[in-house]
């Protein structure tokens, strides 16, 4: 898995991570790299104020959103663990938002 951004890491990105029937966990070595806290308002060039809620802490999430750079995102999500609560097919979706479309 690797994030790469044409703008150099200069911006945050918001990341969604959702599971359709587990529990994910960021690893805490790399849990300092996002921000759970910080999804406030965003103002993107050319777009009124978009509004980037996070959710989830980062343990034992079964959706999550934060906050980080996009130099961070690869040791980040490569180092997440799942924990399936079901037998059967189980879904993981990631999302990243950058704010340019």
């Known amino acids: ?17 959702e ?5 994910l966990t960021l690893n805490q070595e ?9 999804c406030s308002n965003r103002t993107v060039s050319g777009v009124e104020d978009v509004t980037w809620n996070c959710d989830g802490t980062g343990t034992g ?16 999500l490569n180092n997440m663990t799942f924990e399936s609560l079901k037998e059967g097919e189980d879904k993981i979706v990631i999302s990243i938002f950058d704010g340019k479309g």
């Open 30 to 38: 790399y849990l300092i790299q996002t921000s759970f806290a910080i």
């Open 19 to 23: 599971s359709s029937s587990g529990i």
């Open 61 to 76: 999430d079964s959706k999550m959103t934060f906050i980080s750079r996009p130099l961070h995102l690869n040791n980040i």
């Open 1 to 17: 898995f690797q994030v790469l951004d044409a703008d150099r890491n200069l911006d945050y990105v918001r990341v969604d991570v």
